[in-house]
């Protein structure tokens, strides 16, 4: 992956692996190792990433998309470490965030500090065994910081768990928000607990669809409701209205905006990777 936005991937309860393993990625990586230490294990993740990018989702992988007939996981339940159907398989990936794109959205001062982005999924089963294997969860961490969590909760939909407004990104985001969608309100320490208040009592409401791996369409109760991207600023005569309307209005559609083209620049990588298969020389049948 030469010159690639991808720095390293991370992956646990799968196949040979329990623990967290990471791997980080150069121009030329190898990876090398006894036999039966797990080296095609890693590999057959990126595969499984890579399968389920390009297949619309599809999770519980046979015959892989780029390993063809060389590889076969044998579904959720083979490659899953132990074959426990109760863990959850992690996996998550490394970015620069110089190569994330979000000059069209214009927040591309957003991340100019930040170092290394890092988003990962949980694929498994419900426990109670009534919906089938898809992503149960989902993070996005910018510097080894937490800046959200979510998880499957309702109508097959992942639901925003945390969302960290005290992280430099999200504090920095609803700054801008507020700033640019009111009438003369600048953010102060002062505004610290009605932020926290509309942030918690927003968090439950946003939800996202998980079409392939990553979230996609990230919504909230005041987008769904059909309220424009763009408004005209929010006027009130109570302070703490017009505040709380700005973060509800716009926190949806620009951690949509973010995640999105997250999720584009790890897709857009992955759909090209290429499995040039097992180099093995085989003695003739008669030797």
Known sequence: MTNSPITGFSISNFKAFADTQYIPIRPLTLIYGANSSGKSSILHSLLLAHHAITNEGELNVYRTEAGGDSVDLGGF?????????TRLVEWAIDLDPSNINLKAQGMSSLLELTKKLTVGVGIGMHSSGNEGLKVRSFFLEADGERV????????????????????RIVSLLIEAIIEANTFNLKVTPQHEEEIEQVINFLVPEIT?????????????????????????????QNRQDTLADAIRFYIPHRLNDIVGAITQTVESELEKLQYLGPYRTYPPRNF
């Open 208 to 236: 996202a669809q998980v079409s392939r791996l990553l979230p996609t369409n990230i919504q909230g109760e005041t987008l769904r409701q059909g309220i424009p991207e763009h408004t005209t600023p929010l006027k009130s």
């Open 148 to 167: 959200l969590n979510m998880s499957s909760r309702r109508k097959g939909k992942l639901q925003l768990d945390s969302l960290d407004h005290k992280h």
């Open 77 to 85: 339940g083979q490659y899953v470490h132990k074959r426990d159907r």
